[in-house]
Structure formats: C-alpha cells, structure tokens
C-alpha cells in the first residue's frame, strides 16, 4: 500500500536534538518534493523544511534556518529532519508529505493540494 510513515519523535531538553525520518512505501519519491509541516495547539500548520527528491533542493522556514538539517536516502526512500538547539516553541506534532512539484519553496508554502500525508510524530521540548 501507499503510505508515508515518521518516526523519531520524543521529550527532550531545550539545546537538545532529535531527527525525524519519513519513509514512504508503494512509491518512489523520485519525482517528488517532500516537506516536514508542524502544528502545535492552538497554531496554524507551518512548514518547516522541504526537499526535492531528484535534485535535492532544499528550503527553511526562517525560524528553523541554522537549526534544522533536511536531507534524503533515496536507497531507503526515505527523507530526515535533524533538529538541533530545540527550543519550546518547536513543539508540536510533525507531519510529512509529499507532492509532484520540484519547486520546495511552493511546496513549503503549503497553500497547494498534496499527494499523501503522515500520521505524525510528536516532538516536545521541555525541562
């Protein structure tokens, strides 16, 4: 079947990190741009960092530019956020997904229709 499932999430420390992997079955990510969005309560969903699957083109939102690392495993097909330095105001549930689009900056933007979701990974950052 067709899904994208994340894992990695967890409680950790403010200056602490984590990395998040997204890995999709029944497709290749090949010809797809693929993004990390969060949504914490009470917040709208914010997109994070999004790659391009061919060429590897990336984008971050300014608030995690410096921070997070996105980077992608083809041979895995799978896609990875290393967060560092978290601080409180990243927590939140992180999602992946995808679409056929190579531009990662409208694909960040999350304003266009995307091709399959995640359920989510929770990511809390706390003393």
């Known amino acids: 079947q067709v899904q994208l499932v994340e894992s990695g999430g967890g409680l950790v420390q403010p200056g602490g990190s984590l990395r998040l992997s997204c890995t999709a079955s029944g497709f290749s990510l090949n010809h797809y741009s693929i993004g990390w969005f969060r949504q914490a309560p009470g917040k709208e969903r914010e997109g994070v960092s999004c790659?391009?699957?061919?060429?590897?083109?990336?984008f971050y939102a300014d608030s995690v530019k410096g921070r997070f690392t996105i980077s992608i495993d083809r041979a895995k097909n799978t896609v990875s956020l290393r967060m560092n330095n978290l601080t409180p105001e990243d927590t939140a549930n992180y999602y992946c997904?995808?679409?056929?689009?190579?531009?990662?900056?409208?694909?960040?933007?999350?304003?266009?229709?995307?091709?399959?979701w995640g359920q989510g990974t929770q990511v809390t950052v706390s003393a």
């Open positions: 997904a995808t679409r056929s689009d190579y531009d990662v900056r409208r694909t960040c933007s999350g304003r266009y229709d995307f091709d399959y």
């Open positions: 790659i391009s699957g061919l060429h590897e083109n990336t």
